[in-house]
DNA sequence: CATTCTTACGTACTGCGTAAGAATG
DNA sequence: CATTCTTACGCAGTACGTAAGAATG
């Protein structure tokens, strides 16, 4: 019995199959059939019952589940207390939503790497929707998206607000001044996909003036939606800041509006019992560089 | 971070020197170090200070010693809830009388290797004193012996009590009948050290009675002392069922006494919190197999 | 027939003991 | 100067991945 073979088996448990608990601990399915087979052997007790397709687990599995969880928390806790900063070691799968990609994202990942240059980032962009499920699931140690994760079992930082406002390009020939949602309604409207935060935004919005857009074309980033609008195929919700080079070309115009867009508050989130002791220390990592960030955006703003 | 590099600290922690953990642990000096020098550098931190010619523990030592016997205490409790006995591995230091020797030892070594076919035995015969003094300090996982460990840190089964006797060679001539201290004092005694059971067994006898004998030798063993008896050199106290041959060849006979010399308890003890957690069942199974042998007793009495 | 677990095999690595070295009281 | 810990080195056992096999739904 050893350390890995308890992780092994615990991921194995958790996810109810040798495959997903391989791809989990980045080792094949043949290695984690071994390391599981050693622990029964050592143990003369099956934690698995194979006589099916997909292993399942026994009763003295289920048994074993529940002193893993201990030892693998104690473990967790130890390293935790015990070792150095710089000394802590291990993968970090972090997820973020693409408004973090442009905004803290690069810091954020200069400084876990100066803080903690043994821990081995695993980085992954998607919807926050996904990042929610993933984070649930376990395949995501951290993550870093707009709203807030319901639920105890969670460790939450705010990172601060991202503005967002409407933009398209100056051959729209929009009016000046600001426009509510009626006078928007006419063009049509770029957003992410219909389960993102976007699209749910920019729905809210119009339905708060009584207005509906007759088009809403999606797509999958906020990259994407900003080069539609530049070609000036409809308006968008863009973050200003992530866009600031567009804007002062002259390929994108800032729309104001009334009401004005409300700014994302973002977060960066983990679960509260991860196995990955680093996990915490980034989230709050996360709050530290946002934190930064926000001072020097103050200390440029006075200039 | 493993359980080998924990299990070593810990030793090295609790023995205070590397030397003692390497052969509390069947391992070199080379090795302890090494196995700690990788903890050192797993967590970035001094759990030793060797500026002095033997390590001293340091505060973060201390911190994770704490968590080491939590760590080492959940994980023997997962090996005894869930292995089978069967398959119940490790070293099982088990110290013993030189009573038990002769009477329950045979039959216990064999009932523990057929119920724990990869058990390894180290087997060690000593005086009592020593026996307790070494499960104290760890050096031992089981005792068998004479009377009882006290502290509520230890898990004690009786064996059942040897009988004694005074026993002396024909050549010596005593008086027929039941002897008194007085009447015994006259002859010279063998007894085991001065700090044994044996010898104080002996010396509460003689001052119930209100005697003083002329002279104690001592020896080590109470195979010798027999020999010493046979040649005559004075009387001493067996157990009769040990030594039932040189009483039925007529080489020894036994005394009767007033007061009749007290039978002694035996039992057998180990650490509550045994790291071993064989070690336990083997408590239980000493006592199982000195109750059958007074079952077995129990016929032949009958027949 | 794609998916899931097991088995076989070759390689690379890691952990151990031996032996020599350094330090200390 | 004996004892205690560290370092160097070579061997051996082990753990892993690749690839092929078996079973199942």
Not at 43 to 69: C, N, W
């Amino acid at each position: 019995m050893n350390f890995k073979q308890i992780e092994t088996f615990y991921w194995a448990a958790k996810l109810g199959s040798f495959t997903a608990a391989a791809e989990r601990l980045n080792a094949t399915q043949s290695t984690v059939s071994m390391r599981i087979q050693d622990l029964e052997y050592s143990f003369g007790v099956a934690l698995f019952d194979r006589s099916q397709r997909s292993a399942r687990i026994t009763a003295k599995g289920r048994e074993l589940m529940r002193y893993s969880e201990q030892l693998l928390h104690l473990a967790a806790e130890i390293r935790e207390s015990l070792a150095e900063t710089d000394t802590m070691t291990g993968t970090v799968r972090l997820g973020f939503a693409e408004v973090i990609s442009s905004t803290w994202l690069p810091e954020l990942v200069k400084t876990i790497h100066e803080r903690y240059p043994r821990v081995v980032l695993e980085l992954d962009e998607a919807l926050t929707q996904d990042l929610v499920e993933r984070l649930h699931s376990g395949s995501l140690d951290v993550i870093l998206a707009p709203g807030r994760v319901p639920g105890y079992t969670f460790t939450a930082q705010p990172l601060g607000t991202v503005e967002f406002a409407w933009m398209a390009s100056p051959k729209l020939d929009l009016p000046e001044g600001k426009l509510t949602p009626k006078d928007l309604q006419r063009w049509p409207v770029i957003a992410l996909s219909r389960e993102s935060f976007h699209h749910t935004t920019i729905e809210d919005w119009f339905r708060s003036g009584k207005a509906h857009c007759q088009r809403i074309d999606t797509c999958k980033s906020l990259v994407i939606a900003a080069s539609l609008a530049v070609a000036g195929l409809g308006v968008t919700l863009l973050p200003p800041r992530c866009f600031a080079r567009e804007i002062r070309s002259g390929e994108l115009r800032v729309i104001e509006t009334d009401p004005p867009m409300p700014a994302v508050e973002c977060t960066a989130t983990c679960s509260v019992d991860s196995l990955q002791p680093v996990a915490r220390h980034i989230v709050d990592l996360a709050r530290e560089v946002s934190d930064f960030d926000k001072s020097v955006e103050m200390e440029l703003a006075a200039e």
